[in-house]
């Protein structure tokens, strides 16, 4: 199974957690899955996600997409996200 990992940082938490909501179907139908949200202890701003996704190239395609990129300015996304691709080892 394949992983995405997304960290970054929001303009406002509640803000950017509504707009995440709102794309839970598109990434479903992009191969995306469960995943895991955590906020940093220090900055509630900060945020990592880890999904279970179906394949490695489709979790880099949903990343790379336009549709992502355009749901993340108007969800408050500020700069660009560090994202890291994972195949599960264990």
């Known amino acids: 199974m394949a992983h995405l990992l997304v960290h970054h ?11 995440f909501d709102q794309h839970d179907a598109t990434r479903r139908a992009s191969g995306g899955g469960n995943y895991m949200l955590f906020r ?3 900055d509630p701003n900060e945020v990592v996600v880890v999904f279970e996704w179906d394949s ?9 997409s336009d549709d992502l990129r355009e749901a ?3 969800a ?4 660009p996200p560090t994202i ?7």
């Open 76 to 79: 408050g996304v500020a700069g």
């Open 72 to 74: 993340m300015q108007r």
């Open 9 to 19: 940082q929001v303009g406002d938490f509640d803000t950017w957690k509504a707009a």
């Open 40 to 42: 940093s202890a220090d």
């Open 84 to 90: 890291v691709y994972m195949d599960q080892y264990e």
């Open 56 to 64: 490695v190239e489709n979790a880099r395609a949903f990343s790379t």
